[in-house]
């Protein structure tokens, strides 16, 4: 696994941020596969959750980036009827693209984009030796959390949105994923990107080296 060295963050010197790292994930008692139109209000309605507690078990997860096949913790006991009557697990997207109308639909979600890129794509965790002395933060100082990716600023400018599709990896959703440019690297240069995955250094330096292509969505 490769080292990580983010850009010099001024304003966090600045203001003396103290960043720890959560080695330890949340435990819950379930796992949910999030369907099109989840939210953390729905779903801590549907179990029965306080919301808060439910945000709280998904550090990583962005209330405004739910998915469909987001794997998202649940605390407390679960309903066990649902439990008997919940589906199999869908994790796989649909992904239709109209090249002539710029069009790509991935999730049961529309969006429009202006261009495609292929990239070489790697992944990275919350670890320490991975992050540098700034700890696991992306170049803004916001903790990592599904959904960042680290860029070459002078190919994909940061605060660029893309949906990433063509990856296999058991930590994120199959097919495609929405995206953010919100971090660099020192490794990260040229047609690269960087994904930040929760979970152990161990289990995300499986995901290797892969071929993705970006569609910057609007």
Known sequence: MKKRFKGLKIFAAALGIT??????????????????GDTFYTLSKQFGVNMTQLM???????ATNIYGGLKLNIP??????????APATIT?????????QKIVEAWGKTFTYNKTLNVKATAYSAAASENGKWGAVDYFGNPLELGTIAVDPSIIPLGTKVLVTGHS????????????????????????????VPGSQQTVSDFGFQDVELYFIK
Request: proline share 6%; net charge neutral.
């Open 92 to 100: 796989a997207a649909s992904l239709n693209v109209d090249s002539d």
């Open 76 to 85: 407390g006991e679960t309903m066990k009827a649902y439990a008997d009557s």
């Open 56 to 62: 709280k078990a998904n550090p990583n997860v962005q």
């Open 169 to 196: 990896f058991p930590g994120l959703p199959k097919k495609a994923f929405v995206a953010t440019a919100r971090d660099t690297g020192s490794a990260i240069k040229g047609n690269r990107i960087d994904i930040f």
């Open 19 to 36: 960043l720890a790292v959560q080695a330890v994930p949340i435990h819950a008692d379930s796992v949910h596969v999030a369907k099109e």
